[in-house]
T-cell receptor, first 116, second 112 residues
């Protein structure tokens, strides 16, 4: 099973709202990722968690706040977003090699976010 | 240089033909090269991947060719089918970072 699930599928929010995106995997992967994808563009890395600890933050604005409550769950908390933050938000997970090498990243279906 | 350059931007192929997508990179710290297929409204799905110590990898109708000295790799889709119509992204992984750098994508249309 290589399934990564994401909820909700679609989200519409105003600029003053607070909302959260949820990602879950049960593959035993210890690396989890958040990506942002604009239409007709490749995914852009936002955050990486390794062993439930934030290891990479790609200079993402603080209105995006990630959280990894356990090894299977990854959340992205959203607050005071801008219309230009409208995009497809993708979660991915992968195994971690002991030597730090790359393992395949498996993506979820994404949450389509619209900020009004 | 962390870029991965992908071409062409779009590709139209007749059913049964061969689709070829090319990618090039500069950074020798890349150590893993996956290809992803993405349908509209879906997340990217891993298609096939290769490590730089291998020059070719084939899985069904999909083949990656890898030229380490030229820092280029390509995806060949044999006997292309209308169901292959999607956006294809090449990617390269930066060693020991967890970072996956994507090419700009190729939109493939296979005409029946």
């Amino acid at each position: 099973d290589t399934e990564v699930t994401q909820t909700p599928k679609h989200l519409v929010m105003g600029m003053t709202n607070k909302k959260s995106l949820k990602c879950e995997q049960h593959m035993g992967h210890r690396a989890m990722y958040w990506y942002k994808q604009k239409a007709k563009k490749p995914p852009e890395l936002m955050f990486v968690y390794s062993y439930e600890k934030l290891s990479i933050n790609e200079s993402v604005p603080s209105r995006f706040s990630p959280e990894c409550p356990n090894s299977s769950l990854l959340n992205l908390h959203l607050h005071a977003l801008q219309p230009e933050d409208s995009a497809l938000y993708l979660c991915a997970s992968s195994r971690l090699q002991l030597a730090g090498g790359q393992e395949t990243q498996y993506f979820g279906p994404g949450t389509r976010l619209l900020v009004l | 240089q962390q870029q991965v350059k992908q071409s062409p931007q779009s590709l139209i192929v007749q059913k049964g033909g061969i689709s070829i997508i090319n990618c090039a990179y500069e950074n020798t710290a890349f150590d893993y090269f996956p290809w992803y297929q993405q349908f509209p409204g879906k997340g990217p799905a891993l298609l096939i991947a290769i490590r730089p110590d291998v020059s070719e990898k084939k899985e069904g109708r999909f083949t990656i060719s890898f030229n380490k000295s030229a820092k280029q790799f390509s995806l060949h889709i044999m006997d292309s089918q209308p169901g292959d119509s999607a956006t294809y992204f090449c990617a390269a992984s930066l060693r020991n970072t967890g970072k996956l750098i994507f090419g700009q994508g190729t939109t493939l249309q296979v005409k029946p």
